[in-house]
């Protein structure tokens, strides 16, 4: 039996561990002197990028009703705090420079949260829905990502209303995990959050029009067992076009897709596997 880590014994200590973490952010980002996004404005700059909305309220497992509510508050709490951000040319944005702690004095509820390839319970939960969404409009521009974490390690849910490929996720935590992309075009680039109905939207927008477009695939996709375990495979590729001619300029391949599936698979097409 392996020795459990420090962060491992209790919640204490594991509240003490995160805290180092954050210490540790503040104190790298201060050294660094990073050009943070601060600037908002209500008024949208006049050419749309890309525009995308997520389902707020999905069928998630077993995952309790009461975590999805709860994750609707948290996006209500958040969104407000990142829309109209205007990233300059140069700049990066940070999502949790911009959202701040997530607690119960600032009015957050207990939504989910992914913890070791499990499902669980936290104040805050449910915000990667907001960084998953501008993660996935940011990889239809030519804007570099600087910060990326992955939970995909893991398969945990099955699919239901999947608009985007499998691995394409985000995963936060605050504020030592983050999310963050710099502005490396010549335009001024904002992005606009809002909530509609069931609905997380959102649009990247700038003064400028795009010369090409870009497009997110998975090829290769399926089920295969392992050692008598389930795992999802696939690749996910980038394609950007040029939009006057159509022509292929570049294909990337951004996540090889080995996760292990913890959820109910008898109903899926499962591949033995080779040799």
Known sequence: MSRKLFCQLSPVTYAISAEKE??????????????FAVN?????????????????FRTLGNTQLQLQAGKAVNL???????????????????LWRLVGRTSRRAGYAMGLTIADGKPEAGIGGGLCQLSNLIHWMVLHTPMKIVELHHHDQWDLFPDFHRQVPFGTGTSIAYNYLDYRFENTTPWPVQLKLWIEG?????QILSTQTLDNSYHISVEG????????KIYR???????????????????????????????DTSQLPIEEERG
């Open 22 to 35: 954050r210490l540790l952010r503040r104190i790298k980002d201060w050294h660094q002197k990073v050009p």
């Open 40 to 56: 908002r404005q209500e008024e949208a700059l006049p050419v749309t990028w890309y525009t995308h909305r997520s389902l707020i």
């Open 76 to 94: 209500s709490l958040a969104v407000p705090k990142v829309t109209g951000i205007v990233i300059e040319p140069g700049e990066v944005f940070s």
């Open 198 to 202: 069931r609905y997380l939207c959102g």
């Open 221 to 228: 996709e399926r089920f295969v067992r392992e050692q008598g």
């Open 233 to 263: 495979e696939g690749q996910v590729y980038r394609k950007v076009i040029d939009k006057r001619t159509g022509n292929l300029l570049e294909k990337t391949l951004l996540r090889q897709n080995h996760a292990l599936v913890l959820y």
